[in-house]
């Protein structure tokens, strides 16, 4: 609706000012929770909205008398927000299991136990308890690194191979790359010149590391052939890169890794396999086909091999290391490594990720928990929640099959078969819903899909559903 600037003017000058209005009662009051300075921020920014919006003609005047009335409430949630940290906890209903934007991988409760017990106090970071000496930080999660590796059948890790543990996979990958080849050249077929997702793309990490890049092959097809006529006394690295999150199909051919470790063995070449997904466990019963497992890649004999601890690992975010020990000596002696150490927490939560592999209690991680929910489960906890629903809310509800992903950048194109609640409301459009349900504390994320917002509970912890509950029957019935 378009006003006139006498009529704007007008509506602004009915604003209270901000004096008089920390002066009031209710607004007042709220100086008894905060300190001063956030009360007097918060009001501002509550008057600077309500002037934004009536300038661009997004309130009348009935409207704004009604925001008026209850400016002191919207102050008061305005300065709780500006009280709380602005990274929360989220209820995850999108049916994406690694979802990069809500976190990637939960940790399992004796990786948070770890976690809070290391963190609450000191901790042997780096001494050595034995010797009373001082220790390297990463000592603590080669081990069991290695461990996980040899008896998931990766056996050659149990002699001459070292781990280390950085930030994150892509910084995993340039430490290699920078000190295993600048100045030298590195091969790589050009159907793996790819870009993960974030802008790390391998061409531009290559060039970053100092390293020349080979391109060798075309996008779809590359053979051995081509790598080996692309050897010269500059090569330093023979590289492969996990294509993550794109699948190629038809017309395609690709070296096996096995054939590449045996042209690198003639060649006096490295191999290293920017691997990725961090996989342990099989995952061919839920349909999902030639996912690359971080297992296998360090069988293969490659030299060294990259993986994320928060894909399908289920750890907290690091990138972790395994290859020949005199490999991993130089990444540890580069200058540059102690600029990718991750912090005590990421050791404590790893560490514990890793025993559950070890002591059989891989359940007890949410991200193979989820994966592994059979659909039955789903589709009882969907009927208990669309009851509830149906019973004291407005919603139109129907449980309806869907199809989960894993997500991260792993597993492209497969499918976890589950089931979902379809809601609709009768005075909400599915974009409204959605942004309705992102309002909520905790915030819920969901999908929409032809008109409807999709509740995927293969994400939603199963002790989270009473909350869901609540907060959809309060939003059902006030909407
Ligand atoms: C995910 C992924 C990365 C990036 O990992 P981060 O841990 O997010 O840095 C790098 N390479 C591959 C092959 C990946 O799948």
Redesign the pocket.
Known sequence: MLKSAAQIEDLCRNLPQLGRLLESEPVGALLGRWPRDLVMEATRSVLDALRREALNGALDEAGLRERLEHLDLEISEHAQRMARPSLRRVINATGVVLQTNLGRAPLSKSALRNLMEVAAGYSNLELHLEAGKRGRRDAHAEELILRVLATRGARQVESGYAAMVVN????A?FLALNSLAEGGEVIVSRGELVE???G?RIPDILRKSGATLREVGTTNRTRIRDYESALTPETRLILR??R??FRMEGFTEQPTLDELVALGREAGVRVFE????GCVLPLDQFAVREESSWVHSVASGAGLV?A????LLGGP?C?LLVGERPLIERLRTNPLARAFRPGKLTYAALESTLLAYLTGQEETLPTVRMIRTPGAELRNRCHALGDRLRGSSQFEVRVVPVRSVIG???TPGAALRGYGLALRHPLMSDEELSRALRKLDPPVVARTRRGQVLLDLRTVFPEEDETLAAQLIRLGTAA
């Open positions: 994150n996979c892509a910084g990958t993960i997702g974030g790390f890169v996990h993550s999150n920017d691997q990725g997904t990259s994320s601890g928060d894909k975010q990138g991260g950048g792993t």
